[in-house]
């Protein structure tokens, strides 16, 4: 069960670095990168909080050394599957997993970003600067994971992974 948890989480960690060099739309200062939210609803449920923060922080983190990311991406990617993952715990359903992630990343994320970018970066940016382009950017990507979920789940998918 551990090899497969781990083999599938190198995998969307893989999938999470190479796919955002490829996607993701400027809003504001930030980058928004709608495959990160993706993966994390994605690991919420199939993984739970802990490996879905993993996966987050990997992927910010070889983004950040490929120079494709930026410092924003570590707390919004990793509080939003956090969260994520968490509800899904705890409600044992889907859209719980995607509330969390959009709640997680576009609210706690977008204000954990405020200090990054003051106090580390030196931008003098606004404390809710970062709110609306990180809920603009995770409500596309966590709408993204539901279906795949849901496209998992129709195809039984989900069952045979034995994740």
């Known amino acids: 069960m551990q090899t497969r948890k781990l083999t599938f989480s190198a995998l969307l960690v893989a999938i999470g ?3 955002a060099n490829l996607v993701y739309i400027p809003v ?5 990168f709608p495959v990160q939210h993706t993966i994390n609803v994605l690991s919420a449920v199939m993984l739970g909080p802990w490996y879905g923060v993993g996966n987050a922080f ?8 490929l120079g494709t ?3 924003m991406a570590f707390p919004g990617s990793m509080a939003g599957a956090f969260i994520a993952g968490i509800m899904y715990l705890k ?3 889907k859209i719980f997993a995607v509330a969390g992630e959009v709640f997680g990343t ?14 580390i970066m030196g931008n003098d940016v606004a404390a809710f600067y970062f709110v ?8 596309g990507g966590s709408i993204i994971g539901y279906v795949i979920l849901g496209l ?12």
Request: with cysteine; charged share 15%.
């Open 106 to 119: 576009g609210i706690l994320g977008g204000l954990l970003a405020f200090p990054i970018a003051k106090f």
């Open 69 to 71: 990311g930026s410092l």
């Open 91 to 93: 409600f044992g359903r």
């Open 28 to 32: 504001g200062a930030a980058k928004c």
């Open 132 to 139: 609306v382009p990180f809920l603009i950017s995770t409500i």
């Open 58 to 65: 990997l992927i910010s983190l070889l983004r950040n050394m």
């Open 152 to 163: 998992m789940e129709r195809s039984r998918t989900l069952k045979k992974t034995g994740i």
């Open 17 to 19: 670095t190479i796919a």
